[in-house]
């Protein structure tokens, strides 16, 4: 069966730093990954999308990346700020059927330290 | 803006009541879901439904229920709520491409406690 990982847990980061958070899968080559941020006691909300044949997304202080031979998404945040203080999640997305399928990590919790 | 609203907030019934949970989305979506969150498991699919009157168990469906009679609405049901059953139960909808693994829209989440 299709797995997810969101490597850590949790990651303490200085304000200022780059966050990097790593989402790994295993088994079926996805069709896209997802990144959604989550405040506590909310839903989450949706942040990026790279498909497949896509190496490299970005969207003003975030990049997503996409290497598909190590099975990989990295998440980058530049810059970053006690706002960014969050939980991120991944998203696997792939299809084997009429309607795909879609299965989210754990998430990794972030905090920014000013 | 999309918007995908959830009854309520918070609530807190007892063990063998019948509880409804009501997601509406304001942005003519096809697809929507139930997700319930619990700390170390994550998101799980609990049901989702690609059209009116149209449902699919997901990964968790036992001991609910669901039902879609209006293409806004979508509601999940505990016949008989339990205590394995209190945590985060998160509604979300898609855009009309009929695919699941499009963008998800989550709602505000309603946390559930049964006593």
Request: charged share 25%; glycine share 8%.
């Amino acid at each position: 069966s299709q797995k997810i990982e969101q490597n850590s847990e949790a990651l303490n980061i200085q304000e200022g730093k780059t966050a990097t958070l790593t989402c790994n899968y295993t088994n079926y080559s996805p069709a896209y990954l997802q990144w959604y941020r989550q405040d506590p006691g909310r839903g989450p909300v949706f942040l990026l999308l790279i498909r497949e044949n896509e190496k490299e997304k970005r969207k003003e202080r975030l990049k997503v990346t996409f290497d598909t031979t190590l099975k990989q998404s990295l998440f980058h945040i530049t810059a970053s700020q006690p706002a960014d203080s969050a939980t991120y999640l991944c998203a696997l997305v792939w299809y084997g059927g009429s309607q795909g399928n879609l299965i989210f990590g754990k998430g990794t919790k972030l905090s920014v330290k000013p | 803006d999309v918007k995908v609203t959830q009854s309520s907030r918070y609530l807190v019934k007892r063990t063998g009541e019948k509880v409804f949970l009501e997601c509406v989305q304001d942005m003519d979506h096809e697809n929507m879901f139930w997700y319930r969150q619990d700390p170390g498991l994550g998101l799980r699919l609990i049901y989702f439904s690609y059209d009116v009157k149209m449902k699919e168990k997901g990964d968790i469906p036992e001991g609910y229920s669901v039902s879609r009679e209006k293409k806004e609405r979508f509601s999940l049901i505990l016949e008989s709520a339990s205590t394995n059953q209190t945590s985060m139960y998160l509604c979300a909808s898609t855009p009309p491409s009929g695919r699941r693994g499009e963008t998800q829209y989550f709602g505000p989440g309603t946390r559930l406690l049964v006593l």
